[in-house]
């Protein structure tokens, strides 16, 4: 394990802020730490950075008790959303900083510089001045500043959430990229699900503190622990006191064991797919189908259909939750 966060517990006056945290993230991993904003987890990535220190519990780095050691001994990478690069030193100077300060011999740096500009599409803007990059550009010239030193771990707190959705979606299949090129141990802080789906191999689902859930991308979008989760990771539906997935009902003009009925509100065409808005008793509820299912039934407002989950499908039931 390249990080191993044991019973951790946080708190900043009286409020908990981490409640009996851990969590392992395994060598080379790209973890996603996911959860609604005040969830605590820009405070566990600033525990296992060393920035901020836990009540109680332990912070292990490559097996090495790391609870006590000052951020600058854990040998960590950190990026942070809003990043604060030297503005008086080229991009050149910014990367090779670490390593200057280092003193490692100037042919080195030179090499190691170059190949990380490289590596993040940037070696074309060596000699520019941060104030003469693009928001993405900075936060990739981050990446590698923080990776120059070579960091047995890097963290990143939403390192792309000050940027516009276009570039976000890019930097993301970046990252992914990147990731797969220098399989340096990552753990990223994002409230972003999707964000979080499509670039993470492990997610740990963080909220008021405590560990929901931990797993694959698809664990957890598939198997949600608990309502909560199943509600974060994507949209859902209520269907007979059950959580379900829109795209996870079947809808007949039949009754079928276990159906509900249900009288048709709206049908909303978006492209391939098609959203039907249901009234189920005195409740709202929503299918997502494909255009060849709504045509086949050939739905209209106040019709009368017949929903339940699709046999096989995950759902949970809400009582007492
Ligand atoms: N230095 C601090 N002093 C007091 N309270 C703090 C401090 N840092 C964080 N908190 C509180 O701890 C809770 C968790 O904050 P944290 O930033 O870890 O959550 P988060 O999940 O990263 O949320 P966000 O996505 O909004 O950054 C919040 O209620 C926050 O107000």
Excluded: C
Aim: charged share 25%.
């Amino acid at each position: 394990m390249a990080i191993e966060v044991r019973d951790v517990n946080k708190s900043f006056g009286t409020t908990p802020v981490l409640r009996d945290v851990s969590i392992d993230v395994a060598s080379g991993s790209l973890t996603a730490l996911l959860g609604p904003s005040g969830g605590g987890k820009s405070t566990l990535l600033r525990v296992i950075a060393g920035l901020e220190h836990p009540d109680t519990g332990t912070v292990l780095i490559s097996g090495v008790d790391a609870t006590r050691l000052s951020p600058q001994r854990r040998n960590v990478g950190f990026v942070f959303q809003h990043y604060a690069a030297f503005k008086h030193m080229t991009v050149y100077r910014n990367v090779a900083f670490g390593l200057e300060i280092r003193k490692r011999p100037k042919a080195e740096i030179r090499k190691r510089v170059m190949e990380l500009l490289e590596l993040v599409h940037l070696e074309q803007m060596a000699d520019r001045y941060p104030s003469q990059l693009s928001g993405g550009q900075r936060q990739r010239m981050a990446l590698a500043r923080a990776l120059a030193v070579e960091p047995e771990v890097l963290l990143l707190d939403e390192p792309f959430g000050a940027l516009d959705a276009q570039v976000r979606k890019e930097l993301r299949t970046w990252l992914r990229r990147l990731h797969d090129e220098v399989h340096v141990t990552t753990v990223f802080v994002t409230h972003d699900q999707e964000e979080a789906i499509e670039v993470a191999d492990t997610i740990v689902v963080l909220a008021d503190g405590a560990v929901e859930q931990v797993g694959s991308p698809a664990d957890v979008y598939d198997n949600p622990a608990n309502p909560f989760v199943m509600r974060f990771l994507g949209p859902v539906t209520e269907i007979g006191g059950n959580l379900v997935r829109p795209h996870d009902i079947e809808i007949t003009a039949d009754p079928r064991p276990g159906s509900s009925e249900a009288t048709v509100a709206r049908v909303v065409r978006l492209g391939f797919e098609v959203r039907v808005e249901l009234q189920i008793g005195d409740r709202d509820a929503w299918v997502q189908v494909t255009r060849g299912v709504a045509e086949q039934l050939a739905l209209n407002p106040g019709d009368t259909v017949n929903v339940r989950p699709n046999p096989g499908s995950r759902s949970l039931a809400l009582t007492g939750a």
